[in-house]
């Protein structure tokens, strides 16, 4: 047998155990130093955890400016066709990861808040702060259901 | 013994058309995505710092900004496409890539982390041996036509595509994927007001649909491993496997707003092909795929 093609399979083998580890579903298994290395450092993995849990509680984006007089203004809400300004940039699914809390505040989220505060703020010269906040929502046998309790509230005013 | 057959398994060699088709597929939907991204006005802000937009405060690699990290991540993306300098070109997009997900790992999905890996395997292969600039110009300076070219990267490919679904299968540990849940996750997932395309109304017409869809879509998560099985035996129940992939795909697309990934996904697919599959792609000699009996 040649060299090369016993090579190949030999790093082939190796790269396939490798991946089998980091994908492993027992975490204990795949939190190794090894993967735990490759992910942070290349951002790859082989785990793939895609819709795990669709349903129960979820979160739904709300963001607002208040005018002089203290009244809110509801300018945008996921998934509400009245109140969808920005909706554009805010719908897509490169930014919703920014806004959607998995097991804790998501990264982003506060830099994200500044940033679309900041937006509204500009867009709308009445506002004197803008609210960013997200309502926790159950999601049920194909239903929403609103819970009117908010977490993960931040405010802005002007700079 | 075994060890003779794994080593023979990935020397086989074999037309170049199902690479050459998820080469220019992964070149297209990354490209696509990125020019997306630039034409929403999203480049400026997900791959920015404040005030402009929300990056984090990562640093990326020889002092060029996220904008300019687009910019070469959308050159390499067209590049893989047209088979463009198709190594140095997987290469490259590899590195931008990641120079993005560090300016905004919150604008991640599991796609880019896939189309991290996907390049590296078809750097190391001949995806640009068909319908690529490179084979052009070999072809101008009078190299012969690659008939067939070292099959394990599709293998490894096929694999990857395959694990992705299973491991995606096995990960779901919410009750709405099975009968306890009453299969309601794609009617939950078709609520979301973060996800879901169009507005709720319908879920509830079709909710009996949608069960079905759940469980289709779980069963075929978690038969993925059968396909190898059914493809090394050539079995044409294969074809349902595939079909349901597509349909999946393409369900998930219609429904939610998930961005590139189902199309990402579907570049994919000719690496589920077996050569004959492909035949008259796959004929090397044009005067004699134009005389094949069709």
Known sequence: MRASPQLRAGAIAAAIAFAALDGCPIESVRGWRGAVWVEQHWRVSQWWAIYQQPGGTHDRLWIDGETPDGTWHLVFRAGDPEHAEDAELLDSARVWGAYTPAGGTPPQYGPFCAWISDRVLADHRDFVRARVRLERIELERGELQPSGQFEYVRMRGRR | ?294
């Open chain 2, 1 to 294: 013994m075994i060890w003779k057959r794994w080593v023979a398994l990935w020397d086989h060699r074999e037309p170049p058309a199902q690479l050459a088709l998820v080469r220019i597929g992964v070149g297209a939907v990354a490209c696509a995505d990125l020019v997306y991204a630039r034409l929403a006005g999203l480049a400026g802000v997900l791959w920015a710092p404040a005030p402009a937009g929300y990056a984090t405060g990562y640093q990326p690699w020889f002092g060029l900004d996220g904008q300019a990290w687009w910019l070469i991540a959308a050159i390499a993306a067209a590049a893989i496409a047209l088979g463009a300098g198709t190594r140095v070109a997987c290469l490259v997009y590899v590195a931008a890539s990641l120079q993005l997900s560090r300016l905004a790992p919150a604008s991640e999905s599991a796609l880019d982390v896939l189309y991290r890996m996907v390049p590296l395997v078809l750097a190391c292969s001949r995806c640009n041996a068909r319908w690529s600039i490179d084979a052009a110009i070999a072809r101008a300076l009078g190299r012969p036509r690659a008939a067939e070219v070292p099959a394990w990267p599709r293998y490894l490919l096929l694999v990857q595509l395959v694990w992705i679904y299973f491991s995606a299968g096995i990960n779901k540990s919410g009750a709405e994927w099975g009968p306890f849940g009453g299969f309601t996750a794609l009617a939950d997932a078709a609520v979301d007001p973060h996800a879901a395309r169009f507005a709720a109304g319908w879920v509830q017409t079709l909710l009996p649909l949608t069960r079905v869809a759940t469980a289709l879509a779980i069963a075929f998560e978690l038969a993925a491993p059968l396909y190898l099985v059914a493809l090394y035996r050539r079995w044409r129940v294969r074809w349902v496997w595939f079909g349901l992939g597509v349909a999946f795909e393409v369900g998930l697309a219609l429904v939610l707003r998930l961005g590139d990934f189902p199309f990402g996904m579907l570049a994919l697919y000719p690496a589920l092909l077996v050569p004959a599959d492909l035949q008259r792609l796959n004929t090397a000699e044009p005067a004699k795929r134009a005389s094949s009996p069709s």
